[in-house]
Structure formats: C-alpha cells, structure tokens
C-alpha cells in the first residue's frame, strides 16, 4: 500500500521542524548569554577578589571586616567559590604575615564550611578540592578525614589525600606507604618531596621497610627521599636493591648511590655493570659521565670493545672524552686493524664532542 | 625611585605595587618578560622586581637583555620552589637577589630597601 501523505500534513510537518529549529537556536542563545554572562561576572569578581586579598595583606584585615559590599557579594555560592580559590592560590604566593592575613580571610568570612561541603559531596574533583582548601588554609581538624580519604577509590581523592597528610604531618604522614599498591606518579612523589621539611627519629626503619615495597614507585619514591635528605646511613640498602627485578628501581638505585657516591662507589658499579640490563648499563655509564672518575677509564676502554650494544659503545666513548683521553679515541680510528663500526661510533663521538 | 614589577600573577603583581606605592615608591607593571625588556629600553629604573618564569621573555632573557644594553640596575629575582639551577643562572648572569616563592611581601620590602640604598 502506498504511503499517501497530504499537504495539510507535509504543512504541519514543516512548521513542526520549524518550530524545534527556532526553539533550539532560543536555547544555544540562551545558554551562550547565561555562558557570557558568568565569564563577565567571573572576570569582575576575580578583580574584586584579587582587590580585596592584596588590601588584606597590605592594610590588615580589620579593614576587610568592615567591608560590606564585598560582604554582599559573598551571598552568591559563585563568587564565594572563586573566593576561596583565590585565597587558596595567594597562600600558595605569599608567606609570613601576607599568609597570616589569608588565613585571617579564610575564617574571617566563614569560608571553611563551604570547603567542608566539598568534602561530603560525591564528585570526586570536589573532594580533592575541598581538601586542598582545607588543607591549604591549614584546618587541621580535616586530619581524621584525610586518614579514611587517604583509601578513597579515586584517584583524584587518595592522592590529594595523600599530599595533605604529609602537608600537615611531614615524613610521620607518609604512613600510607606502608600498605600502598596503587602507583605513586612521578608528579605525586615531586609534590610529597617538596613538601617533607624534615624527617622524624625513627626514620631508618620506616625507609628499610618502605625499600622492601612490592610497590616499584614506593620504592623509587623512597630513593628519592634518601637523596633529597643526603641519607648516608642508608646505602647499604639501596645497593641490595641493584638487583631488584624492576629495572626503574635499579635505576633510581643507581642515580641515588650517585648522589651519596663514596669512595667504593664506582668500583661496586663497575662490578655490578655486567649483570644489569642495557638500560641500567646506560643509567651507570652516565653516573661515570658526572663523576668524572678516573677510575673508570680501563673499563671504559674494555666497553669500547667487548660491549655488543652500539649505545654502550658510544657513551663509554663520550665518558673517556670527557676524561680527557680525546688522543686515544683519535688514536683509535687510525688504526687499520680497527672494527669498521667501532671505527665510525668515535669518529661520530668526537665529531659530536668537537663541533 | 622608580621600580618595574614584571610578574605574570596577578595577585602578586598588585601586592607588590600596593606595597610599594605605600612607600612611596613609583612603580611600572608588566605582566610578561618581552614587556618588562621593552620598559628597560625605554626608562631608568632604580630596580626591577622580575620573575623568573613569564611568558614570551623570562627572567634570565631580561637579564640577558639588560647586560646588552649595558644596564645594572639591581634586580630581585622571584623564583617558585624547585628552581634552584636557575637561580644560579641567574645570579651568574647579574641578578642582585632573590626570592623564593611562597614569599613574604614585608621581607620583599626589606631587601627593596637595602639594595636601593
């Protein structure tokens, strides 16, 4: 059967798409006004914020208290998000009284409470937020939270978490390494680094334990910690891990032993180097390239020529020219007898080193 | 005594302006390196107040620029934690002093005060 359709119908049909087209255009307009306005109000208010922190710091907050055009604006959840925002990043730009006055601020304007509704909230980026607020304005009532936050399933939260307990704690906040299996990323391990001031007394047996982590990132976290504090004590551990089977951890180990290097260093590098992977091989050859030690130099020698891979070949070529045996590599390539590609891994070497 | 604050941030570039205008100081403001370069080559500053990290021109660069042009105006580094290599650079390259960000505006002043003195 034929599909018969009238006009009247074909008529209807095209004011009907009409109409939805008008109405979606209404919306998009809408919505961008709505968008435009919060952008303008949000550039106003930012202006106002920013006014009335720098007055804060500089003329005290008595001022600020009395301030009751400002007060009005803080009826409005927006503007008192983009305040605590803001004080959040002043306390991140100014230390002694100008953070005093912050602080000040904070409380001042009953600001705390809105942080904690974040932290009740389901979002996971409100939560990380509010403890970032909290912790930021140094709330430390937060801490019994932070100890459950600290297990969160996101990973916004537990790493936020994370950061502020060690924030308000130092080295003692670092408990949760004990049980952690989750990975600790490379900009998570630089924020905890930068914010440990000091260690605690029973730290040597927290850091063995810590090094014995069936977590790689824990244990190369904790590397780190050994070598931001210059802990000497603790070599005697990180040489065990030189041939733990993650090839990250026996790099760090390698970088780390740099940085306490005694007098038995090298040697216990040029005795491990034959066992390691090419990778680990490389991250010693460009501890030897620091050091700059003298006494690698027959090794080096003996790399040029026994070591298979052509990367081990050129950096142990790079380390002798930068112990000054230029002559000897020049020597080298003169050589009749000498390997072709050898030959051309020097000549590459010190045209590199020359030009 | 005429100071040039180069600072991307604003709250701190305002701070900084609030405090020295208090004392009595005038100030110019520039909100990135290549800004602050192009002031040096216009006026004689008594110091500049510069950051290390900024858009289009860095601390360093200005410094660079500066000894081209054969100016030593003293100026105060302000660097974030984490920058120590360059702020070696810098003080290689002329800088008189530096600050560690987060800092205290009161300390700014301080140092502000000794090296125009």
């Given amino acids: ?53 720098t007055d804060t710091i500089i003329e005290g907050y008595e001022d600020a208290e009395k301030d009751a055009v400002f ?38 304007f009953h600001l705390e409470a809105d942080a904690w509704k974040k932290i009740n ?14 912790t930021s304005m140094r709330v430390d009532n ?62 040597e047996s927290k850091i063995e334990k810590w090094l014995q982590s069936n977590n790689p990132t824990v244990v ?7 070598t931001q504090f210059q802990l000497l004590s603790c070599s005697k551990y990180i040489i065990s891990l030189l041939d733990n089977a993650s090839i990250s951890v026996r790099k760090q180990a390698i970088i780390s032993l740099q940085s306490l290097e005694d007098d038995t260093t090298i040697s216990l590098l040029i005795e491990r180097f ?15 390239k620091l050091s700059k030690d003298a006494d690698t130099i027959t090794f080096l020698k003996d790399q040029l020529f026994v070591n298979v891979d052509a990367r081990i070949k050129i950096l142990s070529a790079e380390v002798l020219f930068i112990l000054g045996h230029e002559n000897y590599l020049k020597e080298l390539i003169l050589d009749e007898n000498m390997n072709p590609s050898l030959n051309l891994i020097i000549k590459h070497v010190l045209q590199e080193k020359v030009w | 005594m005429l100071v040039l604050v180069a600072e991307d941030n604003e709250l701190i570039l305002r701070t900084i302006e609030h405090k020295l205008l208090k004392e009595g100081y005038e100030v110019v403001l520039t909100r990135n390196g290549k800004e602050a370069i192009d002031k040096i080559k216009e006026e004689d500053f008594d110091l500049i107040i510069s950051d290390i990290m900024m858009p289009f021109a860095s601390g360093i660069e200005i410094l660079s ?36 960000k987060p800092f205290s505006p009161n300390e700014l002043l301080l140092r502000i005060k000794r090296l125009i003195k």
């Fill in chain 1, 1 to 53: 059967m034929a599909l018969e359709i009238t006009l009247h119908e074909l008529f209807v049909a095209i004011i009907v798409v009409l109409a939805l087209v008008v109405c979606l255009i209404v919306i998009v307009l809408l919505y961008s006004i709505h968008k435009y306005r919060s952008i303008q109000n949000n550039k106003a208010w930012t202006e106002i914020i920013e006014r009335k922190i």
């Fill in chain 1, 274 to 288: 034959q066992h390691q992977s090419v990778e680990v091989q490389i991250q010693i050859l460009k501890v030897f």
């Fill in chain 2, 65 to 100: 620029a500066m000894k081209a042009m054969g100016k030593d105006t003293p100026i105060i580094m302000l660097s974030s934690m984490g920058q120590e290599e360059v702020v070696v650079e810098a003080f290689d390259m002329g800088a008189s002093d530096f600050m560690v």
């Fill in chain 1, 220 to 226: 190369i976290f904790v590397l780190r910690l050994i």
């Fill in chain 1, 71 to 108: 007060a009005s604006y803080l009826r409005s959840d927006s503007f008192r998000n983009l305040f605590l925002t803001a004080l959040v990043s002043s306390n991140q730009s100014f230390s002694g009284h100008a953070q005093h006055e912050v602080y000040e601020l904070f409380h001042g």
């Fill in chain 1, 142 to 203: 937060i801490i019994p939270m932070l100890l459950q936050l600290v297990n969160h399933p996101d990973k916004q939260v537990y790493q936020e978490a994370q950061y502020a307990l060690v924030n308000f704690k130092g080295f003692d906040g670092l408990f949760f390494l004990d049980n952690l299996e989750t990975p600790l990323s490379d900009w998570q391990q630089i924020r905890l680094l930068k914010s440990m001031k000091d260690l605690s007394e029973d730290y």
């Fill in chain 1, 121 to 134: 909230r389901k979002q996971p980026y409100l939560i990380s937020g509010g403890i970032l607020e909290l």
